[in-house]
């Protein structure tokens, strides 16, 4: 639905584009439900830049800790790198071919001329020159006879010495406080742009050489200055933040005093975010009137109407998700393209075990993980993994030594493995 809204926006006039604000999202469910993945899988959708942060990381101002703005730059720095790898597979072809020719100069190294000395002092002939002495070159038969063994794949283990361009480290780290954390950011960058670029020499094979040469090449092509425009745009139009933890800055019922002073604190600085301001990034300022803000809580301790009215009408879309059923943990289980049966049939296949869980097997696991989540502390989805790994302990253990590679897991398997463990609600607290 936010989506459908953005998209229709676009269509609009400029005018009327200002004044249609996104429809922000408060989410409601307890832990484990599927909130973080619901915003996650709806940024991959769109393409959108999309950052998550915890309300509680952040303090009122005076306090100890992030400043909400960084927030903003966050997401500037994420639409960033998305752009920039977008720009980069743009220009992946090119840049591999500029690679295999510097690969070929270090096989067929091209002649060089050196000017006689007083011939440039004085304006000479260069007729003068006379050649460097060039080392002897690894495969003197010519650049077109390697470039044809490069393309068959035959010298890809050939190691090689190559010189790359050394990747400076950070100068300043990230400094806490208001002011100061985006200072750090623009006196790091300002101090790695007036040092010399740096050169090592490097022994690599001819694969890997292949990879440094193209990820160089690719960074010469493109326009940093552009690719951080067109961030800021993206960021502005179609940034996504995940605001995770929201209850926990809420402030219960009537209290005051304490730490509920620094729990409002935070809300009302988060509030100048979400309802639109311009917060200066290292790339420029950036709006965020038509930033999508999602926030999310379990609410159990506190209410949506304990937050402050005024953050409280900035999420005019409510939300509560349930706790999952027997039928949403076997989905869960099978039916993502990379689901969690999946994962561990990969893992086990690298020692070539063959593992086969049977449908009684997977509907038993489904219904384990209701019954223990209602025995103990619900923690939704995530129940799964730690079923899963009490399940195949001993078969990933003794793996390599297995004599046999194919293995069903049915229910009786899932039973003898898990049954005493959901049944004593004691080991539960420990063990799942």
């Not at 306090?63 to 903003?72: K, L, N, P």
């Not at 794949?153 to 208001?178: F, Y």
């Not at 999952?324 to 869960?332: A, G, S, V």
């Not at 070539?352 to 997977?362: S, T, V």
Request: hydrophobic share 40%; proline share 5%; net charge negative.
């Amino acid at each position: 639905m936010p989506c459908g809204i953005r998209w229709r926006s676009r269509q609009l006039s400029e005018s009327m584009q200002e004044e249609v604000i996104p429809k922000n999202i408060l989410m409601i469910g307890s832990t484990g439900v599927g909130k973080t993945e619901i915003a996650r899988r709806l940024a991959k959708l769109v393409k959108a830049p999309f950052i998550k942060v915890e309300a509680t990381k952040f303090t009122e101002v005076g306090y100890v800790g992030r400043d909400v703005e960084s927030i903003v730059r966050d997401l500037a720095e994420t639409a960033v790198r998305m752009v920039r790898q977008h720009r980069i597979e743009e220009v992946q072809e090119k840049a591999a071919e500029m690679a295999e020719e510097r690969i070929l100069d270090v096989f067929v190294p091209e002649p060089k001329k050196s000017q006689n000395p007083l011939g440039r002092l004085f304006g000479g002939d260069t007729a003068e020159e006379a050649p460097e002495e060039q080392p002897e070159p690894k495969y003197p038969a010519g650049r077109e006879w390697v470039r044809k063994r490069l393309h068959n794949g035959e010298l890809e283990q050939e190691t090689i010495e190559i010189d790359i361009e050394e990747t400076g480290k950070p100068v300043v780290g990230m400094l806490a406080g208001s002011s100061l954390e985006g200072m750090g950011d623009n006196l790091q960058d300002m101090i790695g742009n007036l040092m010399p670029k740096r050169h090592k020499k490097r022994r690599v094979t001819v694969e890997q050489a292949r990879k440094l040469f193209a990820q160089e090449e690719a960074d010469k092509l493109i326009d940093m200055d552009a690719v951080a425009d067109e961030a800021i745009k993206v960021a502005e139009h179609s940034g996504i933040v995940f605001l995770d933890e929201i209850d926990k800055v809420a402030v219960k019922g009537e209290s005051s005093g304490g730490t509920d002073v620094s729990r409002e604190g935070v809300q009302r600085d988060i509030l100048p975010i979400v309802e639109g301001s311009t917060v200066m990034t290292k790339y420029g300022p950036l709006k965020t009137d038509h930033v999508l803000f999602i926030a999310a809580g379990a609410f159990h301790m506190a209410k949506p109407s304990d937050l402050i009215p005024e953050l409280q009408g900035r999420f005019p879309i409510r939300v509560e998700l349930k706790s999952l059923r027997k039928e949403d943990f076997e989905k869960i289980l099978t039916e993502p393209q990379n689901a969690l049966l999946k994962q561990y049939e990969a893992l086990l296949a690298t020692e070539g075990i063959e593992l086969n869980f049977q449908p009684d097997a997977i509907s038993r696991l489904a219904q384990l993980a209701c019954d223990v989540n209602e025995q103990a502390e619900d923690i939704g989805a995530r129940r799964l993994h730690t079923l899963l790994e009490k399940l195949l302990e001993q078969i990933s253990f003794n793996a390599p030594e297995l004599t046999e590679k194919t293995i069903t897991v049915d229910a009786a398997y899932v039973d003898k493995q898990l049954a005493d463990i959901v049944i004593n609600r004691d080991l539960t607290q420990f063990i799942l």
